[in-house]
Nanobody, 121 residues
């Protein structure tokens, strides 16, 4: 059974930074794509970032609202993915979900339980 466990959420002021972490475990937990989605209260779930990695290359992708402020990375030795969030805004307030899957970064196969990020104005 695959598990994705997020950590690192919390309360931060506008302009501050947070780093989210996600550790994957279980059978078949080595994913071609790992990523992050978020969902704010009353809003639809939104793609935040994804990172793909094969034996020869790595690529990163970002949602328009976070480009230039968020950075995704992964540590395959730890089977983990990270999201460095800088210059945070109140509109970044949401529950952030770690994901793992295959080729389609917008349709992950596995989801974590979520970690809450609150940005105060």
């Amino acid at each position: 059974q695959v598990q994705l466990v997020e950590s690192g959420g919390g309360l931060v002021q506008t302009g501050g930074s947070l780093r989210l972490s996600c550790a994957a475990s279980g059978r078949s937990s080595r994913f071609y794509t790992m990523g992050w989605f978020r969902q704010a209260p009353g809003k639809e779930r939104e793609f935040v970032a994804a990172i793909t990695e094969s034996w020869s290359s790595s690529s990163t992708f970002y949602g328009d609202s976070v480009k230039g402020r968020f950075t995704i990375s992964r540590d395959n030795a730890k089977n983990s993915v990270y999201l460095q969030m800088d210059s945070l805004k109140p509109e970044d307030t949401a529950v952030y979900y770690c994901t793992g899957g295959g080729m389609n970064r917008y349709r992950p196969d596995y989801w974590g339980q979520g970690t809450k990020v609150t940005v105060s104005s």
